[in-house]
């Protein structure tokens, strides 16, 4: 009896044990189907994610790749594309022509009508030039108004043409017809160049050759604007070399008293003593030095020397100042005054002998700096002359509240004074509006008897122009300056302020 009861106690708890068995593996089934779900849930979520991040940077490259008027590609990712089409052209043995688009007077349209009819304008060019594109091709907004055009067609001086045309017909803004054109520059690979750069380079030459030529036209690069790269190429070379040499020298222009034509100032101009070209004008290479961040550099180095050769010359009476002309880059320089001063300082010529000519646009561009520079010269003695004035900008207002010493009337006035009416008005006007502000007045470009006796009569201080002498180097302004002297007599002695010499 005892055995049967312990067999029915095993046997209740082996019936116990597996239902509790049962029940754990229900629950933990349960539980697999409910993580199964979570993970499907969770894997569907993900999925969505890594597709809102895909797209989010497919937008994000979309943008970065995309000019934001016209929708067309952008500067960064059009030189990434002209680099890769350059390369599949290599391994094809095919050609790429580059087209550099630019519009012509666009500044004036945004001046007319405002900038967003420009913008519409913008708009209007993007949407032709992608209309001119064929299968294949790329078109870019480089920035502003270039645009640029990548083909591997081969009818290039035709396609050139077609879209010139394209770009010149009327477009309707804000009820008004306005007549677009457009300027085009086109380089070739591999015949003009075997890399992006240079092949953009390329197109620009050709660019800028079409606007000089008068603009509505495409220009395409040729052996004549290959000679024109070398030669600028070479002669980049040769000036950071020059500079440093002391082949860039100062000459000297007098000016003259109005009254008595007695030479009593003169203005330092550059020239280069080239060793193959011999003489070079600033027009060769002021803006190239602009261009490449030398002319700091080299009108420090032709300042020092013409202050250095001038000193004797002021202080035995002939003359009673030197002028200086200062690039516009070099003024935005907020050390730029003091950098002249202490440059001065290293020379013997006074302070208060030297002027130094700012152009009005200038004052235009940033007055505040302007003024601050100003007034630090002028307490060192240092005198300062308003050049160019009377081409556009001029500024009665700044006259007033700079001590500004001298205005220069601009040449490209003095040409009709005494001839003009209108123009003699408005000369003699600006003469008396500087004249009560006891402003010394001096003309520069004066080349005929008639202009002077206008000036004179006028009320002009000093003159100066072909009419009484050309630039010429220190050694010949030197005896004109004695012999101007020996007619006249020595001006009086300049003051004796002279900012101390370093060192």
């Known amino acids: 009896m005892a055995g049967l009861n312990s067999s029915t106690e095993r046997h209740k708890e082996d019936g116990r044990a597996q239902g509790e068995a049962e029940a754990l593996l229900e629950t933990r089934t349960q539980e697999l189907r409910q993580a199964g779900e979570d993970f499907r849930a969770m894997s569907t979520a993900l999925s969505v994610r890594v597709a809102e991040l895909e797209a989010e940077?497919?937008?994000?490259?979309?943008?970065?790749?995309?000019?934001?008027?016209?929708?067309?590609?952008?500067?960064?990712?059009?030189?990434?594309?002209?680099?890769?089409?350059?390369?599949?052209?290599?391994?094809a043995g095919e050609r790429v022509a580059l087209f550099v688009v630019d519009l012509d007077r666009f500044k004036h349209l945004n001046d007319t009508l405002g900038h967003h009819a420009g913008d519409l304008l913008l708009?209007?060019?993007?949407?032709?030039?992608?209309?001119?594109?064929?299968?294949?091709?790329?078109?870019?907004?480089?920035?502003?108004?270039?645009?640029?055009?990548?083909?591997?067609?081969?009818?290039?001086?035709?396609r050139a043409d077609q879209?010139?045309?394209?770009?010149?017909?009327p477009y309707w803004i804000y009820g008004r017809t306005v007549a677009p054109s457009a300027s085009m520059g086109v380089a070739v690979f591999p015949d003009d160049a075997d890399d992006a750069t240079d092949l953009q380079r390329f197109a620009d030459m050709a660019l800028y050759r079409a606007k000089a030529s008068g603009g509505r036209r495409a220009s395409i690069f040729d052996n004549e604007l290959r000679e024109a790269s070398n030669r600028r190429s070479n002669l980049e070379t040769d000036?950071?070399?020059?500079?440093?040499?002391?082949?860039?020298?100062?000459?000297?222009?007098?000016?003259v008293n109005a009254q008595d034509s007695r030479i009593v100032g003169v203005e330092v101009l550059s020239r280069w003593n080239h060793p193959e070209q011999g003489l070079l004008l600033p027009g060769t290479f002021v803006p190239l030095a602009e261009e490449l961040g030398l002319i700091g550099q080299m009108d420090a180095t032709v300042f020092a020397a013409a202050c250095q050769r001038a000193a004797p010359w002021?202080?035995?009476?002939?003359?009673?100042?030197?002028?200086?002309?200062?690039s516009p880059r070099e003024l935005l320089d907020?050390?730029?005054?003091?950098?002249?001063?202490?440059?001065?300082?290293?020379?013997?010529?006074?302070?208060?002998?030297?002027?130094?000519?700012?152009?009005?646009?200038?004052?235009?561009?940033?007055?505040?700096?302007?003024?601050?520079?100003?007034?630090?010269?002028?307490?060192?003695?240092?005198?300062?002359?308003?050049?160019?004035?009377g081409t556009g900008y001029s500024n009665l207002r700044a006259l007033m509240q700079l001590p500004i010493h001298t205005v220069k009337l601009d040449q490209s006035l003095i040409g009709d004074v005494g001839r003009e009416p209108r123009v003699s008005k408005l000369v003699r006007a600006m003469l008396n509006a500087a004249r009560s502000l006891d402003i010394r007045i001096v003309a520069e470009g004066v080349e005929d008897e008639a202009q002077a006796l206008f000036l004179r009569a006028a009320g002009c201080d000093r003159l100066q122009g072909f009419l009484f002498a050309r630039p010429m180097p220190a050694e010949a302004v030197e005896v004109r300056l004695r012999e101007s002297a020996a007619a006249t007599g020595p001006l009086p002695a300049v003051a004796p302020a002279r900012l101390r010499r370093a060192g």
């Open 314 to 326: 002021v202080a035995e009476g002939l003359i009673d100042t030197i002028s200086c002309n200062v």
């Open 163 to 169: 879209i010139t045309a394209a770009l010149a017909q």
């Open 334 to 389: 907020p050390s730029f005054s003091r950098n002249l001063i202490r440059r001065l300082r290293a020379t013997d010529l006074p302070a208060t002998a030297l002027t130094v000519e700012i152009t009005e646009t200038f004052l235009v561009d940033d007055l505040d700096l302007a003024r601050r520079h100003i007034e630090r010269l002028a307490a060192c003695g240092i005198r300062v002359a308003l050049d160019d004035f």
């Open 57 to 91: 940077r497919s937008l994000t490259l979309h943008l970065a790749r995309t000019d934001a008027l016209t929708g067309l590609l952008n500067r960064g990712a059009f030189t990434s594309a002209l680099i890769e089409r350059m390369e599949d052209a290599q391994e």
């Open 123 to 158: 708009n209007e060019i993007g949407a032709r030039l992608r209309a001119q594109a064929r299968p294949g091709d790329l078109v870019a907004r480089l920035g502003g108004d270039e645009f640029a055009l990548i083909s591997a067609h081969a009818d290039i001086a035709v």
């Open 239 to 255: 000036l950071r070399r020059a500079i440093p040499a002391g082949e860039i020298v100062p000459w000297y222009q007098p000016v």
